[in-house]
Nanobody, 123 residues
Framework: QVQLVESGGGLVEAGGSLRLSCAAS????????MGWFRQAPGKAREFVAA????????YYADSVKGRLTISRDNAKNTVYLQMNSLKPEDTAVYYC????????????????WGQGTQVTVSS
């Protein structure tokens, strides 16, 4: 059974940092692009970042460029999201997922979603 489990969320003040992890089990995804999305209350799920299997290519939403960094450890089947200079507008549930088709920025391109981890940034 494939499982993606996110962790590392929490409450942080504006300007602070968090590091999210997404551990996969049940199948290895070392040859797949992995992505992070987020969903704030009342809003649609939106793309945050993605990383190719080789780590050569990374992709970021304009709103997080320069502040968030995606990385992965294929030996551990884990993807990370380092979040620095956090802003209140970063508050959301963060999800990781495996990319299977189409553009890496679209929700429909992904399968195998985790349950999400809450990130709350206070002003």
């Amino acid at each position: 059974q494939v499982q993606l489990v996110e962790s590392g969320g929490g409450l942080v003040e504006a300007g602070g940092s968090l590091r999210l992890s997404c551990a996969a089990s049940g199948r290895t995804f070392s040859s797949y692009t992995m992505g992070w999305f987020r969903q704030a209350p009342g809003k649609a799920r939106e793309f945050v970042a993605a990383i190719s299997w080789s780590e050569v290519n990374t992709y970021y939403a304009d709103s997080v460029k320069g502040r968030l960094t995606i990385s992965r450890d294929n030996a551990k089947n884990t993807v990370y999201l380092q979040m620095n200079s956090l802003k209140p507008e970063d508050t959301a549930v963060y999800y990781c997922a495996v990319h299977f088709r189409g553009a890496v920025t679209t929700v429909s391109g992904y399968d195998y979603w985790g349950q999400g981890t809450q990130v709350t940034v206070s002003s």
